[in-house]
């Protein structure tokens, strides 16, 4: 039934697709759908609009008007199938060893430590996590830098991933269940200089607070020429 109540709007001509949104989103109400932020469904809008704080392109506002009540059962419901496909979705990964993009492996020799490097392939209990150093990095990044293993990788294990095309609630659950099984004792976070790069950082922050961990956290962001823009000490605390 519809009601008239208060309910988020996106203006898709502004956003692009960063996914903080998404992050922000406790009832899962926002998914990236073909690079632009959209409400899955009003039902799970409860209005109140956390993701707008998390918009850096101001592309979510909250209107009035006549839309489905926002129904927390409906929510739990939904939250409770995408954590059920998660669970299947990992234990599927962990088990599809005869895939050689799927096999764990660990390096002692050159720059590279670890296989795979996707972050969709990783599992939280890969050996070579526990204790690490981690590079999270955006896909571009060893593409547009000529240096990225010499510079970047330095003894660190390193797994890399797009937050605008790649399913942001995966990455959040991924990097939560390795925050908390591993024992990580430093975050590099390696991205784009785009707006859109900006939600690596931002699950990283998201993922740490679920397992309320400290971990000491760098920023580091690259030009599309590959050179650093900037290098940031960012508050990932808990």
């Known amino acids: 039934m519809k009601v008239l109540r208060k309910i988020i709007q996106i203006d898709e001509e502004k956003c692009d697709g960063c996914g903080q949104c998404v992050i922000a989103c406790a009832e899962g109400a926002l998914e990236i759908i073909d690079g632009k932020a959209k409400l899955v469904s009003e039902n799970y809008c409860d209005g109140l609009g956390a ?13 009035e008007r006549e839309a489905e009540d926002f129904d927390p059962e409906a929510v739990e419901e939904y939250l409770k199938k995408k954590r ?9 990964s962990e ?41 999270i990095a ?9 240096a990225f293993q010499r510079d970047f990788l330095d ?15 995966e990455y959040l659950a991924k990097l939560t269940a390795i925050f908390k099984n591993a024992d990580i004792k430093s975050v590099t976070i390696l991205r784009m200089e785009v707006p859109c790069c900006s939600g690596l950082t931002g699950l990283v922050r998201k993922a740490l607070e679920n397992v309320g961990a400290d971990i000491t956290c760098e920023e580091i962001v690259l030009r599309t020429d590959g050179t650093v823009l900037k290098k940031n000490s960012v508050s990932c605390a808990a």
């Open 51 to 63: 993701c707008i704080g998390e918009c850096p392109q101001g592309a979510i506002t909250i209107v």
């Open 84 to 92: 059920q496909h998660q669970a299947t979705h990992d234990v599927s």
């Open 95 to 135: 088990h599809t060893i005869s895939c050689p993009s799927a096999m764990m492996q660990s390096f002692s020799s050159g720059q590279l430590k670890n296989w795979p490097v996707k972050l969709k392939l990783v599992t939280p209990n890969a050996p070579f996590l526990q204790e690490s150093n981690l590079l």
């Open 138 to 146: 955006a896909d571009c990044a060893p593409v547009v830098s000529s």
């Open 155 to 169: 003894d660190k294990v390193v797994v890399i991933g797009c937050p605008k095309f790649d399913d942001l609630n």
